[in-house]
């Protein structure tokens, strides 16, 4: 599982809308983006952690963790994108430590984080399983591995709602609020068909952690799942 060979499209599309992006997710996620990532690491992320936020794009989700925390937390930003990196001036007062790579190969000793957020960025995972064990191996004894996400539902008749959405609604959402550049997102139903329903990554994710707290909104379209090694 994971997108493999179309891996490389993906990424050239997140390269061209770096200048929409924040915009058209708030507007594809019908507004709830920051309420899933708050209600994603709320209590996972303690005040005195080092995090690491993978696949962080901008660096949403861990903001939000260091507004939860008033500040008081270590930040790493890692991305397979140089310019997403270099657009996080704006979220951070200071510029935390960044790094570049990919989920498959992070380049970090074992146990050196207290948790890993990743925030609408698995999905872009080339293979999950061993993006999964990656995320496993640096975190600490008792880490948390915090995924805010689309969701895949388990029943066909909702499943079918949110593919619906993703195919025929999504894209003029993301025209209006992202013009031209708005039509790439049509990309990420290509991710989410390669996604695994929920209970599958649930499992999937059970496969290495020892717990997991599975999370959802919009009729299981959205998850907000927190693994514990």
Same mark, same amino acid.
């Given at each position: 599982?994971? &997108?493999?060979?179309?891996?490389?499209?993906? %990424?050239?599309? &997140?390269?061209?809308?770096? $200048?929409?992006?924040?915009?058209? *997710?708030?507007?594809?996620?019908?507004?709830?983006?920051?309420?899933?990532? *708050?209600?994603?690491? /709320?209590?996972?992320?303690?005040?005195?952690?080092?995090?690491?936020?993978? #696949?962080?794009?901008?660096?949403?989700?861990?903001?939000?963790?260091?507004?939860?925390?008033?500040?008081?937390?270590? %930040?790493? &930003?890692?991305?397979?994108?140089?310019? !997403?990196?270099? *657009?996080?001036?704006?979220?951070?007062?200071?510029?935390?430590? !960044?790094?570049?790579?990919?989920? =498959?190969?992070?380049?970090?000793?074992?146990?050196?984080?207290?948790?890993?957020?990743?925030?609408?960025?698995?999905?872009?995972?080339?293979?999950?399983?061993?993006?999964?064990?990656?995320?496993? /191996?640096? @975190?600490?004894?008792?880490?948390?591995?915090?995924?805010?996400?689309?969701?895949?539902?388990? =029943?066909?008749?909702?499943?079918?709602?949110?593919?619906?959405? @993703?195919?025929?609604? @999504?894209?003029?959402?993301?025209?209006?609020?992202? #013009? /031209?550049? #708005?039509?790439?997102?049509?990309?990420?139903?290509?991710?989410?068909?390669?996604? $695994?329903?929920?209970?599958?990554?649930?499992?999937?994710?059970?496969?290495?952690?020892?717990?997991?707290?599975?999370?959802?909104? &919009? !009729?299981?379209?959205? %998850?907000?799942?927190?693994?514990?090694?």
């Amino acid at each position: 599982m994971g &997108l493999g060979s179309y891996w490389g499209e993906v %990424i050239e599309v &997140l390269r061209e809308i770096i $200048p929409v992006y924040d915009k058209v *997710n708030s507007y594809i996620s019908l507004g709830k983006d920051k309420e899933h990532r *708050n209600r994603g690491i /709320r209590g996972r992320v303690l005040p005195g952690n080092k995090i690491l936020d993978a #696949g962080s794009g901008f660096g949403n989700m861990s903001k939000t963790a260091y507004e939860q925390c008033n500040g008081d937390i270590s %930040i790493t &930003l890692y991305d397979p994108l140089v310019p !997403m990196l270099k *657009n996080t001036g704006t979220y951070f007062e200071k510029f935390p430590d !960044m790094a570049n790579g990919v989920f =498959e190969h992070i380049p970090f000793k074992e146990t050196q984080f207290d948790a890993v957020l990743c925030g609408y960025s698995l999905r872009d995972a080339i293979n999950l399983r061993i993006a999964i064990s990656e995320i496993h /191996r640096v @975190l600490k004894k008792d880490g948390r591995f915090v995924i805010v996400d689309l969701g895949k539902p388990d =029943e066909s008749l909702i499943r079918f709602g949110v593919s619906f959405y @993703l195919r025929a609604i @999504l894209p003029i959402l993301a025209l209006i609020a992202g #013009g /031209r550049l #708005g039509l790439k997102f049509a990309t990420l139903y290509g991710t989410y068909k390669r996604w $695994p329903k929920n209970k599958k990554l649930e499992e999937l994710l059970l496969e290495k952690f020892s717990r997991v707290e599975f999370e959802k909104d &919009l !009729m299981g379209g959205a %998850i907000m799942v927190a693994a514990y090694k």
